[in-house]
Each structure stands twice: as structure tokens, then as C-alpha cells.
């Protein structure tokens, strides 16, 4: 199971209490104390007041290896959530210790799915269907133990920006792709794949027996869908694109794949929060771009595109509040314990689960296309 470094498990932030700005220079100056031993990892959904603190910002998988390849750097501190922190360790070089400033930061997405259920899930499947190969695979938001699971089960890992191959690739595999923890991206790749985008069969877990679905059309369907969703990307409706193209004639609306299948479809483009980011400067000057994906990096790009009207497709969308929970008081306290050589909130993955996680991780890496 995941544990979390002796002594630090309970580590709860003493949070400093000052005006911005004096936590601001006082986390710098920790910050620069700690120099090359220390690499700050920021993924895209972190708030303003924290990602200028990053050495590396990035998607979640990009981050867990950047943060692996910083050798010269015997800590690794995690602005993000719980799972993405998991993986920076399932990663990490053996010196390496990995912190995350609030433990408290989970995901809903990746908690809509625990190893419990999975397995559970899994049993029945495989009794209901013993001739069948089924190919378990999950998306990089879940537990490190549920990566462990399927890499233990000939699975392997998927991204926003590679679901497409690693279904092929798991189609390929066997006869049924048992997908978790997200619904809408499932729905979206089968889309991708020149499938009905609904034909997929969704396992609810709150239903006792075979996910409350049907066993005809279990037999039937090759792709199995955990019902599970992020509370940020299914807030996002067609009416807002509706209401962006009023308002905004020629906008180009991109979409993340964890919105629902209809928000994408009436969407322009769709795409990972890399492929996200690369659009929108690759676009021309004049131009609007209505995205549908979280408020802190949206606004970071209107930001950083000020030849452009970049706005968010909900405009009173809440942003992640997991994301959220890293805030300047507590990344002040985070660095200020490293810098007075005490590593608190340390996240560890158990070792032999470690091994499968990163068994399911290289078989994505080695994706075929
Ligand atoms: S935006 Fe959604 S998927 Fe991303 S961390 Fe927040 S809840 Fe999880």
C-alpha cells in the first residue's frame, strides 16, 4: 500500500500567517537556500501564487519523469495533487525524496476508483467471461496502487494526450479493454477510434452486481468504462460553447477529453492540456479561443497571449479546489522546513507496489505509433 514517510505522515503545515508578499520573499529566500539539491515541479493547474516557483511545469507524467531526469536534486517538491506525487515517486532516483506541501490534495477524478472496487470489478468480470483476455488500463490520474494493479494484470497507463493508442494497443491485447477511472475520456478516445462513442458498456460500482450492466451487452462490447468523472471538465455544456460563438464569431473552442462526449463533439478541437497550450500560440494574433479546461492555466494563457481573447468556456467555474490546496502559506512552510533540514509531508510508495506501477508506466512509454 502507499505510505508516507515515517515521521511524516501526520505533518500537518504550520502555515505562516503574513502579507503575500513577505511569504513570497521569504519562500524565495528558502528557495534559493535550498539551491540544485532542490527541483520544483508545477503542473499547468496550479495557481498564480505558486507555479512561479517552478523549476519545470508540465502535465503529470512529464513532470514525474523531469523529476526522476533532475539528478543533481536529492528532493523533489511537488506542486500538484496526491496521485501526480505518487507517480514523481513510483519515478524518483533512488536518492530522491519525493514532498507534496498538503497531503489533503487529492483528485476527485482519481478517487472515483479505489482498489477495492477494482478488484472487485475485476473478479466478476473475469468469472462472467473466463474464456475472454481482458486488458485492464488505467488514466495517469488514479492511484499508484491502481497503476500497480494493472501493471500486474498486463495492462498499462494512458495520458489525455496517448488514450488513443493505448486502446489500440490494448485492443490489440486481448478481446475487452477494462478502462478506469474516467467515463468522458473513454467515450472521447472511442470517438477518436471511429467508434459510437456509445457503445462502450459503463460500469457503475455503486451497483452490486456486474456494474449494473447489462451481460449481453457486456459479451458483446469490447470496451468497458468505469463511471467515473472530474468535477471540473463535466461543468463545461454545449450552451457555452453556444453562447462563446454569440458572442464571439469565429472563436475556436478547444475542449480537454475529460468534458463530456457532447461538449466535445460541438467543440472545435480537443485535446490534452499540452496540446492545449500549444494551440493557443500557434494560433494567429486577433484571434479568440474559448477553452474548456481549468481556471488557473486559462488564465495564464490570457496572460501570456495578450494578442489574443483567451477565455474559459464557463466563466463561473470554480477552479480544481484539490489543485487549490497548494497555496503560498504553504509552500512558504514547505520550503522552509527543507531549508531548515527537516523534509516534511513526504509521499512514498510501498516498493513492491512501486514495481508494477512503473512496469504499467513502461509499457506505456514503449506504445507502439
Ligand atoms: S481538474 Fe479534475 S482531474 Fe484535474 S486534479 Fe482537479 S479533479 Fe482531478
Redesign the pocket.
Known sequence: MTTLAPGAACALPEVPEAPPEELRERAWAARRALGTRLVVLGHH?QKHEVIEFADITGDSFLLARRGAEATHADLVLFLG?YFMAEAADVLRAPHQTVVLPDLGAG????ECADIFTVRDAWSQLTDAFPGRRIVPLTYM?SGADLKAFVGEHGGAVCTSGNAERAFRWAMDQGDMVFFFPDEHLGRNTAARMGMDPWSPVVWDARRAVLGGADPDRLAAERIVLWKGF????TTFTVRQIDEARERHPGVVVIAHP?CPRPVVEAADEDGSTEYIIRRVRELPAGSAVAIGT?WNLVDRLRIQNPDKTVFCLNEHICP?I??NRITLPKLTWALESLAAGEVPNVVRVDEDMARWARLALDRMLALPG
Open positions: 493547474y495533487v483528485c476527485h477524478l482519481a490520474n472530474c468535477n471540473v471538465h475529460e481549468d480544481c484539490t489543485m
